[in-house]
């Protein structure tokens, strides 16, 4: 049987995918790829770009996931079911959830007219998912309280991502609510 000679950038893009989901970003080579479509690296290098590109397909799936992850219900709040969503991928998701934020992470503004790196974007995660940070939501991060949210919430997906923690997601639920409690100042939640 002749071996394939080309392949669509959706047929990397998928092999790279699961190997993140599998194996983490690390795991993610021409030479892992071709083995994945079963073939040598050869025709891959005509077809592949660069590892850059790859990245991006592969950031652009992983953050579908999350974010379906962040439409699930856990609650009737829907900013508590984001957050809860976050945390509950970190721990499924493991190797996605370090690629998002560990291995490849986004340069993220942190004040309005800040500039970015060519060719990074300006995304960040806070309790209400993956937002575009907008002026008005680099505002938003310099209010301690959205700050303060934002590392716990973070902190214990990274926790739970790398197995120091192993939480039910109503622990998570819970945890995520008494933080937002202590960070608002309201009795019962983030809202």
Not at 21 to 47: C, D, E, F, H
Not at 128 to 157: I, Y
């Amino acid at each position: 049987m002749a071996q394939r000679t080309t392949f669509t950038k959706e047929m990397i893009a998928s092999a790279a995918y699961e190997l993140t989901r599998k194996q983490g970003w690390a795991g993610v080579t021409a030479r892992n790829i071709a083995r994945k479509l079963k073939s040598s690296t050869m025709p891959l290098y005509s077809s592949l770009g660069s590892m850059e590109v790859i990245a991006r397909e592969v950031r652009m799936r992983a953050e579908a996931c999350m974010q379906g992850y962040q439409r699930r219900t856990f609650s009737t709040d829907p900013l508590l079911n984001a957050a809860v969503g976050y945390a509950v991928f970190a721990r499924d998701e493991k190797h996605l959830f370090r690629f998002l934020y560990v291995d490849r992470p986004l340069a993220v503004t942190q004040s309005p007219g800040r500039r970015e790196k060519p060719g990074r974007a300006r995304d960040a995660v806070a309790l209400g998912g993956v937002v575009d940070l907008t002026d008005q939501a680099a505002t938003a991060m310099q209010d301690p309280r959205v700050l303060k949210n934002w590392a716990f919430s973070h902190g214990l997906a990274s926790l739970i991502s790398s197995g120091i923690i192993d939480l039910s997601d109503e622990r998570i639920a819970s945890l995520l609510l008494e933080m937002g409690a202590a960070i608002y100042g309201q009795e019962g939640g983030t809202s």
